[in-house]
């Protein structure tokens, strides 16, 4: 089965720049798409494609990839930011998500 | 804009059957994209479930295909979910999402841009 490996868990300091990525051999035939999560929330679209936001999202998101390995990068962190933060992506038309990572602002 | 609205049995019996709605308003079931559902067990991970079509093609997670079925009913602009043989390990937030797609540069490209706000699903006798 497919899988989309991220770390559990990160973290970084008010105003700096992070960067939360995403691995698995899908992302080498499909770009990630990329949610926030807070508390109990539904989960929001905040990157897909190559690098798009959904009207609404921060320019401070952004997005890339290379070869197996998607990013989702924040720059200029802001308290409102802290979240679970989950990638998903497809494998032979079957949608698979990644275990998420915490991303704590300090 | 495109709304999304779960719905169903709160409380489920191990071994029964989950059976879940979700409604669609400010946009068409018909439209030329696929309906998902994704659920979240306590204190976990999203899990993608499976997908649906308005033509009525379907995608399903392997380590429950045996158990899921998703249908369609334009009449009623919404689709279901049924998950079968039901046990604790199935308790979970359930959300509907609209899954749309598209290409390039160079990739192929899914994301699911509209959300229901998600309906709590427990197994317990």
């Known amino acids: 089965s497919s899988e989309l490996t991220q770390d559990p868990a990160v973290s970084v300091a008010l105003g700096q720049t992070v960067r939360i990525t995403c691995q698995g051999d899908?992302?080498?035939?499909?770009?990630a798409s990329w949610y926030q999560q807070k508390p109990g929330q539904a989960p929001v679209l905040v990157i897909y494609?190559?690098?798009n936001r959904p009207s609404g999202i921060p320019d401070r998101f952004s997005g890339s990839s290379s070869g197996n390995t998607a990013s989702l990068t924040i720059t200029g962190a802001q308290a409102e930011d802290e979240a679970d933060y989950y990638c998903n992506s497809r494998d032979s038309s079957l949608g698979v998500f990644g275990g998420g990572t915490k991303l704590t602002v300090l | 804009q495109v709304q999304l609205q779960e719905s169903g049995p709160g409380l489920v019996k191990p071994s029964g059957t989950l059976s879940l709605t979700c409604a669609v308003s400010g946009g068409s079931i018909s439209s030329s994209n696929w309906w998902s559902w994704v659920r979240q067990p306590p204190g976990k991970g999203l899990e993608w479930i499976g997908e649906i079509y308005h033509s009525g093609s379907t995608n399903y997670n392997p380590s429950l295909k045996s158990r899921v079925t998703i249908s369609v009913d334009k009449s009623k602009n919404q689709f279901s979910l049924k998950l079968s043989s039901v046990t604790a390990a199935d308790t979970a937030v359930y959300y509907c999402?609209?899954?749309?797609?598209?290409?390039?540069?160079?990739?192929?490209?899914?994301?699911?841009?509209?959300w229901g706000k998600g309906t709590t699903v427990t197994v317990s006798s």
């Open positions: 494609g190559k690098n």
């Open positions: 899908s992302l080498r035939s499909y770009y």
């Open positions: 999402a609209r899954d749309l797609g598209d290409y390039g540069p160079r990739k192929t490209y899914y994301y699911m841009d509209v």
